[in-house]
């Protein structure tokens, strides 16, 4: 053999001991994915996302614009961004004013704002529409038990429960129906499992708190508010039922916290502000039953009972002068209100015993029993009366025997 061989024969075993290490470095790299980026799954939300850009650049181009502001305005609705929902459908049924499903959504999106008559009226144009789902007959079995018409409720459940025997919304309207029919258990059941399937039904929340606060369960009508209020952090109605749970457990000071919560929420709750003033003043918290009497005074000046909440909390804190203003204003309400004179009457009792500290009156202890300063008593002697002659009728005689 010669040199030349071996040379090429040297050359092709280290070529395949390259390609052999080669080889085993990129599978060893696809068996750890390191050259190889593996795949990363989104989130709904980020879904979400990516589908608002999309639907937003081909609204902006004018590309089937009906159907893409449907398809945002569902995706705001998933979000619970009920303005938002509203305000693209509205385009859309602009546009296209005769599809089904674009009435059903604004149907959805009103009944979710609280606007009954306005969903009930879209309900009806969409089932007009030849419109079928089960969507439909849950929402009108929903506004009509809304609205106290529970034998038409009953009817749409049933087709809508025959359609869909799961649906979460169809189970809170069968809640409410066996609620109305005293059957409590069996309403919890159907809440419960509502709640399970939608969490955003956050009216079957509140139905279920209200309900064990009747039954007079508060640990579990708190169990339920906490699993509310972690995902509607920001719902006041839940922080003040969550109050109300704690009111019921004789926890005056954790309430009192819930109601402010609630308060800080939605600043003119009115119920809320109305709890925070009474158990501030049942508990000695003047200044802060005084931050909710203010806002209440605002929206009622013309109450007599929070006026004299207000005098109360002022005469607490030593503000006579205030509190005589509030005091004034309730009687001038109602003349005849025993609070307000009441409190005006303490008033004028503490400044009298406040004057006659500051002029030296000395009290032992007893007000029967006041010392005087007799160096300003003028004194004035008595003196003694004149002798009285009496004259004597001579002719006539006194005959003693």
Same mark, same amino acid.
Do not use: W
């Given at each position: 053999m010669n040199l030349n061989h071996m040379a090429r024969l040297s050359c092709l075993l280290l070529s395949a001991l390259l390609w052999t290490i080669l080889l085993s470095s990129c599978q060893s790299d696809a068996r750890n994915a390191t050259r190889i980026p593996p795949v990363v799954k989104k989130t709904r939300a980020q879904w979400q996302d990516d589908a608002m850009a999309s639907l937003t650049d081909l609204i902006g181009r004018?590309?089937?614009?009906?159907?893409?502001?449907?398809?945002?305005?569902?995706?705001?609705?998933?979000?619970?961004?009920?303005?938002?929902?509203?305000?693209?459908?509205?385009?859309? /049924? &602009?546009?296209?004013?005769?599809s089904s499903e674009y009435f059903l959504l604004r149907g959805?999106?009103?009944?979710?704002?609280?606007?009954? =008559?306005?969903?009930?009226?879209?309900?009806?144009?969409?089932?007009?529409?030849?419109?079928?789902?089960?969507?439909?007959?849950?929402?009108?079995?929903?506004?009509?038990?809304?609205?106290?018409h529970f034998g038409e409720a009953a009817g749409y459940l049933s087709q809508a429960l025959k359609m869909a025997p799961y649906d979460g919304g169809a189970y809170y309207v069968k809640g409410i129906l066996q609620a109305r029919q005293g059957d409590t258990l069996a309403s919890l059941s159907s809440f419960d499992y509502a709640t399970s399937v939608n969490p955003r039904l956050l009216r079957? &929340?509140?139905?279920?708190?209200?309900?064990?606060?009747?039954?007079?369960?508060?640990?579990?009508?708190?169990?339920?508010?906490?699993?509310?209020?972690?995902?509607?952090?920001?719902?006041?109605?839940?922080?003040?039922?969550?109050?109300q749970i704690f009111q019921s457990m004789a926890l005056p000071d954790t309430a009192l916290y819930s109601y402010e919560?609630?308060?800080? /929420?939605?600043?003119?709750?009115?119920?809320?502000?109305?709890?925070?003033a009474d158990l501030?003043?049942?508990?000695?918290?003047?200044?802060?039953?005084?931050?909710? /009497?203010?806002?209440?005074?605002?929206?009622?000046?013309?109450?007599?009972?929070?006026?004299?909440?207000? =005098?109360?909390?002022?005469?607490?804190?030593?503000? &006579?002068?205030?509190?005589?203003?509030y005091y004034t204003t309730a009687l001038g309400l109602s003349p005849g209100d025993q609070d307000a004179r &009441? =409190?005006?009457?303490?008033?004028?009792?503490?400044?009298?015993?406040?004057?006659?500290?500051?002029? =030296?009156?000395?009290d032992d202890g007893d007000d029967r029993f006041k010392l005087l300063d007799t160096?300003?008593?003028?004194?004035?002697?008595?003196?003694?009366r004149g002798t009285t002659n009496i004259r004597i009728d001579s002719s006539r005689k006194a005959k003693i025997e």
């Open positions: 004018g590309i089937d614009t009906d159907i893409n502001y449907f398809k945002r305005a569902r995706i705001y609705f998933e979000r619970e961004q009920y303005t938002k929902a509203l305000d693209d459908i509205n385009k859309s /049924i &602009y546009e296209q004013n005769n959805k999106v009103y009944r979710e704002m609280g606007r009954m =008559g306005n969903a009930l009226e879209d309900a009806q144009r969409a089932e007009a529409l030849q419109q079928r789902s089960p969507d439909l007959y849950v929402l009108l079995a929903d506004i009509y038990q809304a609205q106290g079957a &929340y509140e139905q279920s708190i209200a309900i064990l606060l009747k039954l007079n369960d508060p640990g579990k009508a708190l169990e339920v508010n906490s699993r509310a209020i972690r995902r509607f952090p920001k719902s006041a109605t839940l922080h003040f039922e969550r109050g919560m609630a308060v800080s /929420i939605r600043p003119n709750y009115e119920e809320a502000l109305i709890r925070v501030g003043i049942q508990l000695r918290r003047f200044p802060r039953a005084l931050a909710a /009497i203010h806002p209440l005074l605002r929206m009622k000046p013309a109450s007599k009972e929070v006026n004299n909440m207000a =005098g109360f909390c002022y005469e607490k804190t030593g503000e &006579y002068e205030q509190a005589k203003e &009441y =409190g005006l009457f303490r008033i004028r009792q503490r400044q009298n015993e406040a004057m006659d500290a500051a002029y =030296g009156t000395v160096a300003r008593v003028k004194i004035t002697t008595i003196q003694p």
